[in-house]
């Protein structure tokens, strides 16, 4: 089993699809009322997490660990793309409230172990 497969399946879908173009297939991971938080930011909401997106750039990720912990399940990956300091080491996905219909709340910080 590699590392990204031992990420529940909504998970694996969110980084396959993340590193795409936007589509309806990635915002549909997500549930209605969803909260993305990134780079301290918070997008609450599909209108939100959508505007969001078209300020990013579009990255490649290469998942590096996933682990259950008390607040949910962290991804760490190593991003890539058009940004100053790609490619980017570290980087931790917290899925704190999912299913495996949708995600309800993710926050993704460098270092995400002291986070809310």
Partial sequence: ????????????????????????????????????????NEYRGIEAIRAWRRAVPLVSYEITDVEDTPAGTVVTATIAGDFPGSPFAGLRYRFSDYDDTAIRQLRIAPDDRGGT
């Fill in 1 to 40: 089993m590699t590392v990204a497969q031992a990420a529940p399946a909504i998970i694996r879908r969110y980084f396959e699809l993340a590193g795409r173009p936007d589509s309806e297939d990635y915002f549909a991971l997500f549930a209605e009322g969803a909260v993305v938080e990134d780079e301290s």
